[in-house]
């Protein structure tokens, strides 16, 4: 096998034990597992774009991907493009998705440290990767804003405060 065929294969093997396990995060009392991504592939350059075919195949996969990892709250920016990409989950998980200001990551990043909880966040190119960061977590090299929505960050919180984090792919690249 390439290794270009392997390292998608280890990339959803090592998702799935994360998912295995997401009580682990929670026996630690305010300890959480926040999961960050930017919103799927878009139709065009629009102000507020739908999703294109290939973003709506990728919304549902990081459903897919994502319905038993113990998500208690789902947050998305206020841009169609983003609702849209977490919306299949919340429907699954009959959760409401909440909207945040991508101006106001250092807020957000309190409230995802103060609750506790496993929560999806749905943002764009530039504020994901500083979100992780704001977190503790890695946030990687930039984002290639025109052909990378694959990303998906996984920064586990501990109730020490201290954080890790793991970068990884998810659905077709």
Same mark, same amino acid.
């Given at each position: 096998m390439?290794?270009?065929?392997?390292?998608?294969?280890?990339?959803?093997?090592?998702?799935?034990?994360?998912?295995a396990f997401p009580a682990a995060t929670r026996a630690e009392p305010?300890?959480?597992?926040?999961?960050?991504v930017r919103h799927a592939e878009k139709v065009n350059a629009s102000e507020d774009p739908k999703l294109s075919r290939a973003g709506?195949?990728?919304?549902?996969? !990081?459903? $897919?991907?994502? *319905?038993? &990892?113990?998500?208690?709250?789902i947050y998305s920016s206020d841009y169609r493009r983003c609702r849209d990409t977490a919306n299949?989950?919340?429907?699954?998980?009959?959760i409401p998705v909440? !909207?945040? $200001?991508?101006? *106001?990551? &250092?807020?957000?990043?309190?409230?995802?440290?103060?609750t506790g909880e496993n929560s999806l966040v749905v943002?764009?190119?530039?504020t994901t990767p500083e979100l992780a960061a704001q977190l503790g977590g890695d946030p990687g090299p930039e984002i290639d804003e025109?052909?990378?929505?694959?990303?998906?960050?996984?920064?586990?919180?501990?109730?020490?405060?201290?954080a890790s984090s793991v970068l990884l792919r998810y659905g077709a690249r």
């Open positions: 390439s290794r270009t065929a392997i390292a998608p294969v280890f990339s959803s093997l090592f998702l799935m034990l994360c998912l305010g300890a959480a597992t926040i999961f960050l709506k195949r990728r919304a549902r996969a !990081l459903a $897919d991907l994502l *319905e038993d &990892a113990g998500i208690e709250r299949p989950l919340a429907a699954r998980l009959e909440e !909207l945040y $200001d991508p101006h *106001e990551l &250092a807020s957000l990043a309190k409230k995802l440290k103060q943002g764009h190119s530039n025109k052909s990378e929505y694959d990303r998906l960050y996984i920064v586990t919180l501990g109730a020490n405060g201290e």
